[in-house]
């Protein structure tokens, strides 16, 4: 007893206590940090007995010390000093000993947490991920064929082993690690494999066990999951979303983790596939097989975060004179996305027609630059609901814009008897519009050529226009106005030269011509060079009948008011 109570504070106390007690004939440590085994180790330090400090132990030492006051106001070398610099000198520069010791503060806590033990350790693993990813960087540098430094391309998880280290921490613990390399500025995307590596170590280990508890862990998981994703786009997968979004769905996680949830999903829907919309409807077994109006608020999300993006900064975006923008390409995928989904959805008998409806008009009018998809998903609804009334199938087919199918789809439209009348005339008569052009495209030379010119201008720029998004057609009108002020500068240049030379002209004839014979070669050469200007601004020949086209001289003087 002596060795103890030399070198422990609160055992010379309570000795002292139990002294003035003859009947006492035990002492008892209430709430022994570490238990039995971390006072044998106090124990064998006080007799003297060797032992090695480890990373398993080390913080058991530092919190029995504290707890028996085993400092140096007692003993010199004492436990608490021994363990602290340990902790201090080894475990701190080591990234496995740090989460190792974190590991076992886990039944040590709160204590091990006001002796900032967990504290020092989590400081200690972020620095060293941030070290270790600035290291990584620098050993890719490499100097290019040009004499360039250059950056290679990064492997897989380069600099990133420790992944697999923090998958044992518990869930509280492994929060608070990923806050601090947050803060320290660890990549985006390594946090984001690190969320993927627990998520699928805590939720699939678990999987075959079923039990209250068991689902309160799976939820408690799931929750911290979605608050340490990462802010930046495409940091995880968007099937690593779509998975969390349906445990969290199972798990009845709260709404505002699935709102969450679904806003990042739509900020990246473009890269996802068919599978990962078809999410099952776990709480709803006897209604839709699937759950749409998590699809639904998806693809709002998607469409409300792509008109933010266009109305951020207009004139820069405006300014833009390419062909295809990102957003008006994503529109594409998710619009095509979004017609096989619904085709996959639409035989489920138990489908409301109001969610399908509002699932097919979730995004813009110019997403879709044909509706040969849209049309399929239709029909398989309506043969799949044929006790649909008149009004309902009207109001189906008010989705499809029927000039934007193919000649294929038209073909079949015409005769599908499931439409109803008044979409098969809207078919029949874009079918009749399309037959027409063609016609006249094949006899460009026949009668009322400038009218048919102009009809089958005006209706393939208007199919054009409803393919193109509304950014995308300003761009293209700005362009073709630049492009019609510099040709209204050539012709007024033009015209200026042209009048200088008929004023040369004019002034040269009166001074060789007198008389009546110098009055007739007057009149003659205005009418020669009034034909020479018309047919140089407008490109006719010097023979053409200027009385012919009164339209033209309209032009001329509109052009020369301008």
């Known amino acids: 007893m002596f060795p103890l109570v030399s070198r422990s504070g609160r055992i010379r106390k309570l000795v002292s206590e139990h002294c003035r007690d003859t009947n006492a004939s035990r002492i008892e440590l209430v709430s022994l940090p570490g238990g039995p085994e971390a006072f044998e180790l106090a124990a064998q330090f006080c007799y003297g007995v060797n032992f090695e400090i480890t990373a398993a132990n080390v913080a058991h030492l530092c919190c029995v010390s504290d707890y028996l006051e085993m400092t140096e106001d007692y003993s010199k070398n004492n436990l608490n000093s021994r363990a602290e610099e340990y902790l201090h000198s080894v475990v701190i520069k080591s990234l496995e000993m740090c989460v190792e010791v ?5 039944t040590l806590l709160p204590l091990a947490d006001s002796l900032k033990i967990v504290t020092r350790c989590i400081d200690a693993i972020a620095s060293k991920t941030c070290v270790e990813q600035i290291a990584s960087s620098f050993s890719r540098l490499e100097y290019s064929s040009s ?21 044992v921490l518990r869930i509280d613990l492994y929060e608070r690690v990923i806050a601090a390399m947050k803060c320290r500025g660890v990549r985006p995307e390594s946090i984001g494999a690190s969320l993927m590596s627990y998520a699928q170590k805590e939720l699939l280990k678990k999987s075959s066990q079923k039990s209250d508890s068991i689902s309160g862990h799976e939820r408690l998981v799931v929750e911290t ?29 709260t709404v505002a983790c699935r709102l969450n949830l679904e806003r990042r999903i739509g900020s990246q829907l473009d890269t996802a596939t068919l599978d990962d919309l078809l999410i099952p409807a776990f709480r709803h077994a006897g209604d839709t097989l699937f759950d749409v109006d998590t699809v639904h608020r998806i693809l709002v999300n998607f469409s409300q975060q792509d008109d933010s993006d266009d109305g951020m900064d207009d004139g820069s975006l405006f300014e833009s004179d390419s062909a295809s923008s990102p957003s008006q390409t994503a529109l594409f995928k998710v619009s095509t996305l979004l017609d096989n989904y619904l085709a996959e959805i639409a035989p489920d008998v138990n489908l409301k027609l109001h969610k399908f409806v509002a699932v097919a008009e979730s995004l813009p009018v110019h997403a879709r630059t044909a509706h040969d998809g849209l049309y399929r998903a239709i029909d398989v609804y309506l043969k799949a609901h044929p006790n649909l009334s008149d009004p309902e199938r009207q109001k189906l087919c008010k989705v499809i814009n029927f000039e934007k199918l193919s000649q294929e789809a038209g073909a079949h439209a015409a005769q599908n008897e499931r439409l109803p009348l008044q979409s098969i005339v809207q078919v029949l008569y874009y079918e009749q ?8 495209c094949s006899y460009p030379d026949d009668g009322g050529d400038g009218k048919a010119v102009q009809q089958s201008w005006r209706i393939s720029s208007g199919a054009l226009s409803a393919a193109m998004s509304p950014r995308d057609n300003y761009a293209s009108l700005r362009r073709e106005n630049r492009e019609l002020k510099l040709e209204l500068a050539r012709l007024r240049m033009r015209l200026n030269d042209l009048e200088k030379e008929h004023v040369s002209m004019k002034k040269n004839m009166m001074e060789k011509t007198t008389g009546s014979s110098g009055k007739l070669m007057k009149m003659t050469m205005k009418k020669i060079v009034g034909r020479r200007l018309i047919g140089s601004i407008f490109g006719f020949g010097h023979s053409a009948d ?5 339209s033209k001289h309209c032009k001329l003087r509109h052009s020369r008011n301008m």
């Open 102 to 106: 974190l590991q076992h503060c886990e």
């Open 147 to 167: 004499g360039r430094l250059h950056m290679s391309k990064q492997t897989k998880n380069e600099g990133d082993w420790w992944i697999e280290d923090l998958s």
């Open 225 to 253: 999951i979605i608050t340490l994703l990462p802010v930046e786009k495409f940091a995880v997968p968007v099937n690593f979303l779509f998975g969390l979004l349906r445990s969290a769905v199972s798990l009845d996680c």
């Open 433 to 440: 519009l399309r037959l027409r052009n063609a016609l006249l």
């Open 546 to 550: 200027s009385s012919s086209s009164p």
